[in-house]
């Protein structure tokens, strides 16, 4: 099924205290162009204050996530992106008008509640999911943490979560689709420990927060003096422990809440990885830390399947766009100088091209005659070439045309091309042709091996 991306219909605006600041903070989700994923805008800084959500801006986890890229920083992302995600957006922009989200509840609740007010709308592209093909597992040693994803067709997720606390015990939750977010997760409200609460306390660290926006589980026992002093922290009349060993702030909306409020923020988190997920996500003990370092690593192998995705193929039994014969009425080169085949594939920015790399090639009698290699030199002569039929395919007489080397740049070479090698390569525009002028990216690949790449810029004239 051909699943579009969506973005959101109209802005949607959500208002609250930022947790470690105190201070009021406007939220506004935003509508964005297709293919430019979630960003946040910092507009008290400026109108192009972007920062992308990505795990590798990632600064700080403590008691939330932190992004932070040239100055511009925004903490406690997790639960906006939660909400985002949840609700298969795939293109916003997050704006705020302070260095942090607002807690609100310390759910994705009232984000869900805006997004789903404003509307949401599907867009021309095709949703992109990174599809989870063969086990990848992640184990964060220092937080005892593992975190495991497993193809699937939906993105679910089983998060397990346990404390070694009495009062809290072992929990898990799970989602099984995506869909459920709104009703079964959205809601669930971030927990802290007593013992943790007066800490951040003591330090100045949670102006915001407030008995309205987390659990508070108590996991010793509590003098009437120290649940007098918290009342008074909180301007509540009074406080008490329940018999669960919970503060009376809140009434918990399920029993197991704080391990579907960890899936939250695996969710949230994980949305840094920049790809909606098709796949099972197994998170034992997660937390911010692990979560965002799971993130990265699921961003490698998105970026590993991308470039998989773009090694370009060659079928010797498809007809091809130019043959040997045609080509030499692009090109003026000829053997030994002539090194392309095939043209195998062209559209309006890129071309595919292919050399047959035999033994009784001319440069092989004198380049490592006991050990054939080809250079490294023709083979940039050889993209070079292919890049030129792209070219010379836009004027009308492109016999009449040649074409010179104006740069190479950026040129690595990755492995050698031997004698009854294929080589397959591909000239992709880094931008539009002007003036005769082209800068393409050049890749050559031997089967699925980059031998070659390179920056090329070259110029056709008349002769």
Partial sequence: MNEKQKTIKQPAKVKGVGLHTGNTVTLTFRPAEENTG?????????????????????????????????????ATVEHALAALTGMGID?????????????????SRFYVEAIEEAGIVEQNALKEYFEIKEPIRFYHKEKDCELIALPDDQYRITCLI?????????????LNHINEFKDQIAPCRTFVFLHELEYLLSK???????????????????????????????????????????????????VNEPARHKLLDVIGDLTLAGKPIKGHIIASKPG???????????????????????????????QPVYDINQIKKFLPHRPPFLLVDKITEMGDSYVVGMKNVTMNEAFFVGHFPKEPIMPGVLIIEAMAQAGGILILSTVEDPENYNTYFLKIDKVRFKQKVVPGDTLVFKMSLIAPVRRGICHMRAVA??????????????QISKK
């Fill in 38 to 74: 979630i960003r946040f805008l910092r507009s008290d800084i400026g109108e192009d204050a972007y920062l992308e959500a990505d795990a590798n801006f990632v600064v700080d986890t403590a008691r939330g996530t932190t992004l932070e890229k040239d100055g511009i920083r925004v």
């Fill in 91 to 107: 293109n916003a922009i997050i704006d705020v008008d302070c260095p942090e989200t607002p807690i609100l509840d310390g759910s």
């Fill in 162 to 174: 346990d404390y070694q606390s009495r009062v809290l015990g072992h929990q898990h939750s799970s």
């Fill in 204 to 254: 100045d660290l949670i102006k915001g927060g407030d008995l309205s926006n987390a659990i508070v589980f108590v996991d010793r026992q509590v003098s009437q003096e120290e649940l007098d002093r918290l009342a008074t922290l909180f301007n509540r009349p009074s406080v008490a422990v329940r018999d669960e060993g919970i503060l009376n702030n809140l009434e918990p909306y399920f």
């Fill in 288 to 318: 911010h830390a692990s979560n965002v370092l799971f993130a990265k690593e699921l961003k490698k192998h998105i970026k590993a399947s991308l470039e998989q995705e773009s090694i370009p193929k060659y079928n010797p039994d498809a």
């Fill in 445 to 458: 690949y031997v089967g699925s091996k980059l031998v070659t790449e390179a920056e090329l810029m070259a």
